[in-house]
């Protein structure tokens, strides 16, 4: 009975990742959302002029890293 459940929490486990593998992604933004920038070091310049000119405005940047 026990090997049934750890196969069955196993087997929820991987569908969700499953899910989350083809449904989310990276690189897809809900409909309305700018896309996502990658950042790289010639990007740099033009995300600083973007941040200052929304200064009247909540302003988020998120650092995401897979670790």
């Given at each position: ?8 929490v196993f087997?929820v486990l ?10 989310g992604?990276?690189g ?9 920038v990658?950042?790289k070091s010639?990007?740099?310049?033009e ?5 200052n000119r ?6 988020v940047i998120?650092?995401l890293?897979?670790t």
């Amino acid at each position: 009975m026990k090997r049934f459940w750890i196969a069955s929490v196993f087997l929820v486990l991987l569908a969700a990742a499953g899910y989350i593998f083809w449904n989310g992604r990276p690189g897809k933004t809900p409909p309305g959302q700018p896309p996502l920038v990658e950042i790289k070091s010639a990007a740099l310049e033009e995300i600083k002029t973007e941040f200052n000119r929304a200064s009247d405005r909540v302003r988020v940047i998120a650092l995401l890293s897979p670790t």
